[in-house]
């Protein structure tokens, strides 16, 4: 068996999540190798594309948004 | 002489331009140099494996000079002679179309007629009374592609989108999701990682309908063709099925077997039979991961509802190849570790695209299925993708839609179609010609596997007809199915207005009213990544196919040629007409739409633009201790998928079909389709309905294989390339027409009284293409092959139906699509006669008299096709383009 842990299992590709400071950011790719985000501003995806490790900070700091 | 050296991306891979006083010269592979990282490095049975230090492109992206400055350029917007700009577009001659002429007119006299009609038309029917289509790949780079600048343009206009099929695979599209999921990536099965699985397990590699060496260029390159050789030098056995012994195929088997066209499902049932009467399948893998299987196997040993023992006896009558071969073909494979398949990203074998092609793929899949598909050398895999790959590096594919200057990120604003109203692809004549027509299927149905069953009809009600078509790159005659029923549907008076935007002049653009030149790769800006499709898009990491990654900013080498312009600039200049420039261009220019492609991805913490733009490309390189997953170990060794293919049912090892395993006995086609006939609950070989079965065969004895092409990608290089036609088995040069080779056995060319270079008519009811023989025991015995995609339609009478000569085969293909509820097209199910051609060799004018008239009124010194072809008006060209750049002419 490869990684027990699987980026993919838990961020949900397109889904919407929080940072603590209030950003809201949209997941874009979500696969066994990457989580990358884009931050959303007024609806829209602004900015660079972040990359980010599951197991960093601030991903474990992102919470799913309604 | 002041030498620069460009780099660009085209059909058939990276590249490198040297240009000297703005003309090109030289056309190169790309080297890398040694600030490049290192290539990846496999370790396999005492040997250790790494690429070759460069770019490996396919021989027709060496052709791109001859293709820029080629005979066939449309140089000028031309206007058809005999149209007449009605007021209520009736009486515009549309019956003339393709046998009329054309008049130089300047870009302000075109644009504006195409905004007044756009106008005009939307105003009197409504939006949807625009439609519009691309062509497949005609230019390579993420602003030009038409998921960019062509979508964002469309969709912003609001037109009634044409649904593409999946013309190269149809069969594992349509048919293969039934049995084991994958609808995501169109029906394809995953390969990550699966080289290295290869070089180190495989014994048996298993090329069905399957000519990697072919087919792989136009879309990767050769950089695959090295796996192939080390797999050889390994040992590895190599068995091609084909009625083609194709051009792999005779380098690289250890055997060929050539079943007759259409019947290969009933060779997997003859192998099926073998292993299970003599128990050779892995029995523990079938137990804990197929469904109804037993049902399956009782069909086919005899059990079933047609009480027909399914034999390799039984399979020689259909296939012709012989019970003992079949055999030792099963056990050959049931006691190696096999890999193999078909028709996927490499392969595109035509079996994929007959009227049993969907059964077929089903039964591949299961047949793997039954010898443990996922475990190491076992696999269906075609020695084309599933290199390494640094996953880490993220940079966009043309079919992702993080990567389109239509869509957001790469936009400021996404652009959205208002219109919902849709046409099909290989039925767009019928529903203009009928005005209506009916169909399932949503195109290329990633989304769901439901989407296939979706329920189309045209007009959608409440909309109206179509009235205007704008056609974008390549030519459908040479790719799509009886398309002498285009010239019907261009000559109908039902489409009051035709614009045809293209680099060349295809044997599509000479039935337009308004021609826009376009300019070709090599003279605008762009930016791009080889053979990747995105891993957002369709069949995701597809650039597992290539050694290298590399991403390319494809520079400018030389200014468009004559008056033609860039794809972006003529979808501008119409927005603005139209009085939404700045919303399209949202105030970027091509180049800067190539910076938002780099600072939206990866590229920009690798690379800054400035040292990109200066070095031209981008090796990613490939972690030294690169995580492997395997495709498909994940389910079978049962646990999450691992692979970058994620669905929510696969963190339960399941895979995508409604009972998460292999069903040989599909519920899904019971939940949705139970009564259709040509794509069963029950995967069976069903006799063609156009096959030699059928009646029709026994007036056409011969089956026709159009396999994609050796000597171009698509429609884009034949027709204007003319170095690919001295190239004696692609086309043979006669009297200023490059007929193309059509091959036939030696035992049937005798009795025809066909010789080996003889003229030679392929007929049947729909048409008739004179092409030259060659006489060959590569080709079984009952069939005709004749490479597909010409993008040179030349019928001796233009604008009828009449005899072709430049070898557009399609012409001859039924319109028919696989069934009534599967809507994928079967070229290869095409019956027809020959003969030797015994009649006046056509002397007739060739297309080219309309380009040259409106060449010679633009400048009466202008150098004519014939002699660009001949080369001796290329000369001319150069000349005229230094004299330009020195300011002295216009060009």
Not at chain 1, 31 to 58: H, Q, S
Not at chain 2, 161 to 188: C, M, Q, V
Not at chain 2, 783 to 790: D, E, L, P, Q, R
Request: overall charge negative; glycine content about 10%.
């Amino acid at each position: 068996m490869a990684n027990s842990v699987m980026v993919q299992h838990l961020f949900k590709l397109g889904g919407f999540y929080k940072a603590p400071d209030g950003k809201l950011y949209k997941v874009v790719v979500s696969d066994v190798f990457n989580i990358r985000l884009f931050e959303i501003a007024d609806g829209n995806m602004t900015g660079p594309m972040i990359k980010i490790r599951y197991d960093d900070d601030f991903a474990k700091s992102l919470v799913e948004a309604e | 002489m002041a030498e620069k050296v460009t780099h660009s991306i085209c059909v058939g891979g990276p590249i490198a331009i040297h240009t000297v006083d703005g003309v090109i010269r030289r056309v190169r592979p790309i080297v890398f140099d040694r600030n490049d990282p290192p290539g990846w490095v496999i370790k396999a049975r005492g040997h250790e494996f790494t690429p070759n230090r460069k770019a490996q492109p396919a021989f027709i992206a060496l052709t791109e000079k001859n293709r820029a400055y080629s005979y066939d350029r449309i140089r000028y917007p031309m206007i058809r002679e005999d149209f007449a700009e009605t007021p209520d577009g009736q009486n515009r001659n549309t019956q003339n179309r393709g046998k009329s002429g054309y008049r130089r007119a300047t870009w302000d006299e075109a644009l504006d007629l195409v905004v007044r009609e756009v106008k005009r038309l939307q105003e009197k029917y409504g939006k949807e009374t625009v439609t519009a289509c691309t062509g497949s790949h005609h230019s390579w780079g993420l602003v030009g592609y038409k998921l960019s600048a062509f979508a964002r343009f469309f969709r912003m206009l609001g037109y009634t989108e044409i649904k593409d099929n999946p013309d190269s695979w149809e069969g594992f599209t349509w048919g293969a999701p039934h049995t084991y999921g994958y609808y995501w990536r169109l029906g394809g099965t995953e390969a990550f990682d699966l080289l290295e699985d290869a070089l180190q397990n495989v014994e048996t590699m298993i090329m069905w309908s399957h000519d990697p060496d072919t087919t792989r260029g136009g879309y990767a390159g050769n950089e695959s063709t090295m796996w192939r050789h080390w797999l050889d030098d390994l040992g590895v056995a190599f068995i091609y099925i084909d009625p083609y012994n194709n051009f792999s195929s005779v380098k690289q088997a250890d055997k060929w077997f050539g079943p007759r066209p259409g019947t290969d499902a009933a060779l997997c049932e003859g192998i099926a039979h073998v292993w299970l009467t003599e128990g050779t399948y892995d029995k523990e893998y079938i137990a804990k991961h197929a469904h109804r299987f037993d049902e399956w196997a009782d069909y086919i040993l005899g059990n079933g509802a047609d009480r027909l023992p399914k034999t390799p006896k039984w399979a020689e009558g259909e296939t012709g190849i012989p019970a003992a071969d079949i055999k030792a073909l099963a056990r050959r494979w049931a006691s190696t570790k096999t890999m193999g398949g078909s028709g996927l990203r490499g392969g595109f074998g035509g079996v994929c695209r007959t009227a049993n092609g969907t059964e077929f793929a089903r039964l591949m899949v299961q047949l793997f299925a039954m010898q443990g598909m996922g475990k190491p050398g076992q696999n269906i895999w075609v020695g084309t993708t599933g290199a390494p790959m640094d996953y880490g590096f993220w940079f966009g594919g043309y079919s992702d839609p993080l990567s389109q200057i239509a869509n957001q990120p790469i936009a400021d604003v996404t652009a959205v179609n208002s219109v919902t109203q849709k046409l099909y692809r290989p039925n767009v004549p019928d529903a203009i010609l009928d005005g209506h027509y009916e169909w399932y299927g949503e195109g290329f149905c990633g989304g769901g596997i439901d989407l296939e069953f979706t329920e189309n009809i045209y007009p959608k009600p409440g909309c109206s007809k179509v009235h205007m078509f704008w056609r974008y790159g390549g030519t459908f005659m040479g790719t799509m199915l009886d398309t002498n029923k285009w010239i019907k549907m261009y000559q109908s008076p039902e489409l009051e207005f035709v614009v045809n935007q293209d680099i060349h002049f295809h044997g599509e653009a000479r039935f337009a009213d308004v021609i826009l030149p376009a300019c070709s790769n090599l003279e605008r800006y762009d930016i791009g990544e080889l053979c990747n499709s995105g891993n957002g898009g369709y069949q995701s990491h597809s650039q597992t196919g290539n050694s290298w990654q590399v991403v390319v900013f494809q520079d400018k080498a030389i200014e468009p040629l004559w008056e033609s312009r860039s794809d972006y600039w003529i979808f501008s200049q119409v927005a603005a007409r139209l009085g939404w420039g700045d919303k399209y261009t949202e105030g970027r220019t091509e180049l800067d739409w190539c910076k938002r492609f780099w600072e939206k991805s990866d590229l920009c913490s690798r690379i800054s633009w400035e040292e990109f733009t200066e070095k031209g490309y981008y090796v990613a390189g490939v972690p030294e201790n690169w995580e492997r997953h395997p495709g498909f170990r994940w389910f079978a060794e049962g646990f999450p998928c691992d692979t970058p293919n994620h669905k929510p049912f696969q963190e339960e090892g399941k895979l995508g079909t409604f009972t998460g395993k292999f069903e040989f006995v599909s519920e899904s086609l019971l939940y949705w389709a139970p009564h259709d006939e040509a794509r069963t609950p029950i995967a069976t070989y069903k006799h063609s309905w156009e096959g030699h079965h059928s009646i029709k065969a026994k007036k056409y004895p011969f089956h026709l294989i159009t396999p994609h092409p050796r000597f171009d990608y698509h429609t884009q290089h034949n027709s204007s390339t003319p170095w690919i036609w001295e190239i004696p088995e692609n086309r043979r040069y006669i009297d200023g027409n490059p007929y193309l080779v059509a091959r036939i056995h030696p035992k049937k060319a005798e009795e025809k009284g066909i010789a080996d270079g003889d003229m030679i008519l392929l007929f049947n009811e729909r048409g008739s293409v004179l092409c030259v023989a060659r006489v060959t025991y590569r080709v079984e015995e009952n069939t005709i092959h004749a490479y597909g995609s010409s993008g040179i339609y030349n019928p001796v009478e233009p604008g009828t139906a009449s005899m072709d000569i430049g070898g557009c085969v399609n012409v001859l293909s039924p319109g028919r699509l696989m069934g009534d509820m599967v809507p994928g097209m079967a070229p290869n199910s095409t019956l027809l006669d020959v003969c030797k051609y015994d009649g006046e060799m056509p002397r007739t004018q060739y297309f080219e008299y309309k380009l040259d008239k409106v060449a010679k009124e633009a400048d009466p010194d202008a150098e004519t096709c014939v002699e660009i072809i001949e080369g001796h008006g290329f000369e001319k060209i150069q000349a005229k383009v230094k004299s330009a750049l020195a300011g002295k002419v216009a060009i």
